[in-house]
């Protein structure tokens, strides 16, 4: 009988914690009523699957870097280079994966999201966690010479970002 109300206990933990780990602008998962965002005075930037077979079509990585930083001083947060936040809540990681698939007929599918993660700090001294606050993204298909649309599409993502951090 103790071995039943185990696996019950262990099923209802299992089935309890479907919650999505990003949201795609997901209607469900409110970020905003919780004033996650406010705070952040720094934004250290780290982008990810940039190939660069794609800087000639419009897709390269320094320009993509220099054109989120210039958008995110645009919206008064600074920008460091410096290493993934420590544990103050004034700096925040705005993370870009890009992922790019080639199809056999020279199609692109790609999916790009957009994630802020901050250092979040318990209770106890010295102690805190990390956790997305905020999340974005967006699919899509491209031929190679349109590779350049995906950094508008990026920096719109930065500006939903930046609208959403001066709201709160």
Do not use: C
Not at 25 to 37: H, I, P, R, V, W
Not at 78 to 96: F, H, N, Q, R, Y
Not at 133 to 149: F, H, Q, R, Y
Request: charged share 15%; no cysteine; glycine share 8%.
């Amino acid at each position: 009988m103790k071995t039943s109300g185990a696996i019950l206990l262990l099923a209802l933990l299992t089935v309890g914690s479907g919650l999505p780990v990003n949201a795609y602008n997901d209607t469900t998962l409110d970020f905003g009523s919780a004033q996650t965002l406010r705070g952040i005075q720094q934004v250290i930037i780290r982008i990810e699957g940039i190939d660069d077979r794609y800087g000639p079509y419009g897709l390269a990585l320094g320009d993509l870097r220099d054109s989120v930083s210039d958008r995110l001083e645009q919206g008064h947060l600074s920008v460091s280079d410096g290493a993934l936040p420590g544990s103050t809540a004034e700096t925040a990681l705005l993370d870009i994966q890009i992922r790019i698939t080639e199809s056999a007929y020279y199609y692109y599918s790609y999916s790009i999201s957009l994630n802020v993660v901050q250092r979040i700090p318990l209770a106890r001294e010295n102690t805190s966690f990390s956790a997305t606050t905020w999340s974005s993204g967006i699919n899509g298909v491209a031929t190679p010479t349109e590779m350049g649309k995906l950094k508008t599409q990026i920096l719109s993502l930065v500006s939903q970002f930046l609208s959403a951090h001066q709201q709160q």
